[in-house]
């Protein structure tokens, strides 16, 4: 950057991920600091910078294990080291602000949607670097998705000597909507624009996706989207691939998104933490309707350290993953209470103390997810100890119950599903239920005539899905399901078939089908949905062989 740009300019470095706490220098000096490995953050370098020069970043990251950051464990490997995009930005002097967590500093909403009308709201945050008085005009636009301008918007926004920063927020009314669904991802775009007041130069520009849709859970019907039930059918997704751990290219990305859509599958569960952001921008264009969490597992740190962190974890998830019209649910706390770090037997005393922080600790989460988005539900995870949540009171306090359940595989008959099912819909009456885990390891070269629990054939493995996807599909009350998992990942805690591999996947870490037909088919979905009928009312399967 030449020295005669500096008034006009501000330079920012923009990581989407490092885990999990980064260090910035530049020219020796220490910038900044951010803590979490999975989601993103910026430094404004501006004053670092020797313009004219020859200027060195380093970049410090530390994953060693950390009390006060999530995940404490989990079963999959926590790779280290800058392993998403980093992009080094110039912006005007007045621009749109990355200060509120490292978001683009425009917000779209849609307050109303119908089949005959949608109101859409654009807050932009707009930040002034500038000494004097100046004035800006903002323009919105909304196109369709030929690039027709739909509405429009021109305001002056005016900044006095002292004034750094300003909020603005436009209205529109677009009637007739095209609608956003599985079937019909339409996205419309959001151009805002700040301008010269004088000049008409564009100082700073930014474009967000708009899918127009309305949703809602139904404890007894479902799942809602639109009017008209869904049924919620899936997997989940870990970022990782052979011999790449999580350093993953965006098309790697995309193509696990697409992976999914041919399979059949409408729904993702982003687990355990935000992924790379080609994945919800894929979920829009490919019309995958998604969850995403931030990274407590297994077990909290009782500590206000720990707290603030997850808050801010919180915070940053649906600040920077607002805007996306396939996103849901915000979810939180995934098996928390699975590796209790003291016994309810033996320490029964401290464990109720630590079972009341864990709720305590939801309980912040959950308000503060819903002071900053109310037009989207939340979600707690479970694995199957479902008294042990019950009775910690951690139930009550998402809108949606997941529950990792694997009758069958860990222990159990494949029956025990089925039972499993009605009993938490007889537990919880008024709380939509997903299941947001189900799957037994499988290695592709393992067959049997004569299958069984624990021998990572691929024909239990099929047998195993068939069972419970009949049985998810059976029971209305049951929004919604995903498989655990899209893909094969690396866990250094495993042994088994394959070392440091979980091979819950439906395909291998290179993203090889696990059976020439499919899935455990991957081609299993779809086949399911295209033999999906109504008989009064009742859905009928008949299942592929």
């Known amino acids: 950057m030449a020295e005669e740009e500096l008034p006009k300019t501000k330079t920012f470095i923009y990581f989407e991920g490092a885990n999990q706490v980064a260090d910035l220098f530049v020219n020796g000096k220490w910038v900044g600091q951010h803590k979490g490995g999975y989601t993103r953050f910026h430094f404004d370098i501006s004053s670092f910078l020797k313009y004219g020069q020859d200027n060195i970043l380093a970049v410090k990251v530390d994953n060693s294990h950390n009390i006060d950051i999530p995940p404490l464990s989990a079963d999959f490997t926590f790779f280290g080291g800058i392993y998403r995009d980093v992009f080094l930005l110039k912006r005007s002097a007045i621009h749109f602000s990355m200060d509120d967590y490292s978001t683009s500093g425009v917000y779209i909403s ?27 005009n903002l323009v919105n636009r909304i196109i369709d998705k030929y690039g027709q301008t739909v509405a429009t918007s021109v305001k002056k926004v005016k900044f006095s000597k002292s004034e750094k920063s300003k909020t603005v927020l436009e209205a529109f009314t677009i009637k007739n909507p095209q609608l956003w669904s599985p079937d019909n991802p339409y996205l419309y775009n959001v151009i805002t624009q700040i301008e010269d007041a004088k000049t008409g130069e564009v100082l700073d520009q930014s474009i967000e996706p708009l899918g127009l849709r309305w949703f ?57 933490y935000p992924q790379d952001p080609t994945v919800l921008e894929m979920c829009d264009k490919l019309g995958i309707l998604a969850s995403v969490e931030i990274p407590i597992v297994n077990a909290i740190t009782e500590s206000e350290t720990f707290t603030e962190n997850c808050l801010v974890m919180a915070e940053e998830m649906v600040k920077q993953n607002n805007n996306h019209p396939s996103l849901i ?69 998402p809108m949606i119950l997941g529950w990792n359940l694997y009758q069958g595989w860990y222990g159990g008959v494949f029956k ?65 399901a995903n498989i655990w998992n899209l893909n094969d990942f690396y866990s250094e805690s495993r042994g088994y078939a394959l070392p440091r591999t979980n091979l819950k996947g439906i395909t291998t870490l290179n993203r090889e089908k696990k059976t020439r037909g499919g899935c455990i088919k991957p081609i299993y979905l779809r086949n399911l949905w295209l033999s999906l009928g109504k008989t009064n009312g009742q859905f009928v399967v008949v299942l592929p062989r």
């Open 216 to 272: 809602n859970f139904d404890p007894e019907k479902g799942f809602f989207l639109n009017g008209e039930h869904l049924k919620l059918i899936g997997t989940n997704r870990h970022q990782d691939y052979l011999k790449k751990g999580n350093a993953l290219s965006d098309e790697m990305h995309m193509r696990d998104i697409r992976l999914l859509k041919e399979m059949g599958g409408n729904f993702l569960r982003i687990a355990h």
């Open 110 to 136: 849609a307050p109303e949607v119908s089949k005959t009308i949608a109101k859409v709201e654009v807050k932009s945050l707009i930040k002034n670097e500038l000494s004097g008085n100046k004035a800006v």
């Open 416 to 480: 025990g599903f089925d039972e499993n099912l009605d009993e938490l819909h007889e537990l919880f009456p008024n709380q939509a239920l997903i299941v947001t885990e189900y799957g037994a390891d499988v290695h592709p070269r393992l067959h049997s005539f004569e299958s069984k629990r624990f021998d990572y054939t691929v024909e239990y493995g099929n047998k195993y899905h068939e069972h419970y996807l009949k049985a998810i599909i059976e029971r209305p009350f049951i929004v919604g």
């Open 329 to 397: 649910i915000w979810a939180y706390m995934n098996e928390v209470l699975l590796r209790l770090p003291f016994s309810q037997k033996t320490e029964k005393a401290r464990y109720e103390i630590y079972a009341k922080n864990v709720t305590q600790l939801a309980s912040k989460i959950e308000a503060h997810i819903r002071e900053l988005d109310s037009s989207r539900y939340t979600m707690i995870p479970n694995h199957g100890a479902i008294s042990r949540y019950k009775d910690a009171g951690l139930t009550a306090v």
